[in-house]
């Protein structure tokens, strides 16, 4: 027997609302069930991983996941929980971001096994590109009244607290699109259940209107809180804005470090959300965290789940190469192993001097790479004191005054690490 998916969100606290019967709908055969994602980016986001994991634990529960990709909402832009009007993007453009959509979702859900309930994607542009703007308000619009548009959240938060902007009746009549499309799945794919965040119930619950009043049949709801830090902030953003899935927007090193410095009342509730771990697992390691918070289970087994299911194990295993560079359990050849993106993003901020290659012809003397040539020491006295000490090392490995640099060391063929200490970094770049 299937595992109850209801029971599953609950435990996992996925579960902000859901239509009565639901649950019991769910048990009695495999259903299909919708989310709609945003085509207008070549990339999800971490925020959009909370309804894919609905649709992953969906599928695990035995059921079979729909991914929408609204190329004709797309076009649109949705109010709900927005204060502008979004970019509306041609079909090239909005064809060729489905197909980037379409791969990232493969990292979670099964598109191709041939299983009964393997995942399939649809655009709801293909349905709505031939219908005429006279045969929507004919066979569509005449079912939905203004007044229960009006009474949508969605829509009277855009006209009570807008300034000169206000709504303009595309995005005003965004529900009707949403809810065709959940109409649209359930004639043709007997689709029963959409799904998405809580911001989304009244764009959903319009579709299940639609599917009572023109088919005469009963479509089902499920809304998923929406995720927000402990401090308050956004959940999905970082000071460089998203955190995106396509490794080229956000380096898996990045994307790691993310999940790595959640604090651990965020990383107790995302385990449960962003994981596949079970309850007992999650539970174990919750135990485990409360003994010793300064070890940082959570956050450690946290990042690892998600960044090797987004990114893969090989570029996990970089990643927390990576990150241990900083904290000094590395060595001269894991630094040596870094790429040039890794090695800018792991050494970001680090202070910095370009130099001219010529200068590791003949070697230069570790002194004159310190001070005359960086700057990093201040005086040629400071940098043999310091060498004398044995506190500087080139590329994690600790030097004397006989050293001298070479084409041998460089990282990625350009950089050099310089180091005083534990924490005191410089950079030489040789051009």
């Known amino acids: 027997m299937n595992p109850n998916f209801v029971e599953e969100l609950r435990w996992r606290g996925m579960i902000h609302d859901t239509m009565p019967e639901t649950e019991?709908?769910?048990l009695e055969s495999m259903r299909l069930a919708y989310i709609g994602f945003?085509?207008?980016a070549d990339s999800l986001h971490i925020g959009n991983l909370v309804p894919i994991m609905l649709l992953a634990f969906f599928q695990r529960c035995g059921h079979k996941p729909v991914a929408l990709v609204g190329g004709a909402t797309g076009m649109i832009g949705d109010p709900s929980g927005k204060s502008a009007e979004?970019?509306?993007?041609?079909?090239?453009?909005?064809r060729h971001n489905q197909e980037c959509v379409r791969a990232q979702l493969?990292?979670?859900?099964?598109?191709?096994?041939?299983?009964?309930?393997?995942?399939?994607?649809?655009?709801?542009?293909?349905?709505?590109?031939?219908?005429?703007?006279l045969d929507f308000i004919r066979d569509v619009g005449k079912h939905i009244t203004v007044n229960y548009m009006m009474a949508k959240d969605s829509v009277k938060n855009r006209i009570q607290?807008?300034?000169?902007?206000g709504m303009s009746f595309t995005e005003f009549t965004y529900q009707l699109v949403q809810g065709y499309d959940f109409l649209h799945l359930y004639r043709e794919h007997d689709c029963t259940l959409q799904m998405g965040g809580s911001d989304q119930w009244g764009n959903i619950t319009t579709g299940t209107e639609m599917i009572r009043r023109i088919a005469g049949g009963k479509g089902f709801a499920l809304t998923c809180p929406l995720i927000?830090?402990?401090?308050?902030?956004?959940?999905?953003?970082?000071?460089?804005g998203n955190v995106w899935l396509d490794p080229k927007r956000t380096s898996p090193y990045k994307f790691y470090q993310y999940w790595l410095n959640t604090s651990d009342e965020d990383a107790q509730k995302y385990i449960k959300?962003?994981?596949?771990?079970?309850?007992?697992?999650?539970?174990?390691?919750?135990?485990?965290?409360?003994?010793?918070?300064?070890?940082?289970?959570?956050q450690k087994r946290l990042a690892q789940e998600v960044t090797t299911t987004v990114h893969g194990e090989q570029q996990y295993e970089k990643a927390v190469q990576a990150s241990q560079i900083l904290f000094g359990r590395s060595t001269s050849?894991?630094?040596?192993?870094l790429d040039k993106e890794t090695f800018l993003e792991v050494f970001d901020g680090v202070p910095q001097a370009k130099l001219d290659r010529g200068l590791l012809n003949d070697g230069l003397d570790i002194i004159g790479a310190l001070v005359e040539q960086s700057g990093f020491l201040k005086s040629n006295g400071e940098a043999r004191r310091a060498l004398k000490e044995n506190s500087i090392s080139v590329n994690k490995e600790k030097v004397n005054d006989s050293r001298s640099l070479n084409t041998d060391d460089l990282i990625s063929d350009q950089f050099v690490l310089l180091q005083r200490g534990k924490r005191n970094y410089f950079i030489l770049i040789f051009q």
């Open 161 to 165: 607290g807008e300034g000169v902007d």
């Open 38 to 40: 945003d085509p207008t």
């Open 273 to 298: 959300i962003f994981t596949f771990l079970n309850k007992e697992e999650v539970d174990a390691l919750v135990a485990e965290h409360t003994e010793a918070p300064h070890l940082r289970v959570l």
């Open 86 to 94: 979004r970019n509306l993007l041609d079909e090239t453009t909005l």
């Open 333 to 337: 050849e894991d630094l040596l192993k």
């Open 228 to 240: 927000t830090k402990s401090d308050g902030s956004k959940f999905g953003k970082s000071e460089g």
């Open 24 to 26: 019991e709908h769910l």
């Open 106 to 133: 493969a990292h979670f859900l099964d598109f191709d096994s041939g299983a009964a309930n393997e995942a399939i994607m649809v655009n709801n542009y293909d349905w709505m590109k031939d219908i005429s703007f």
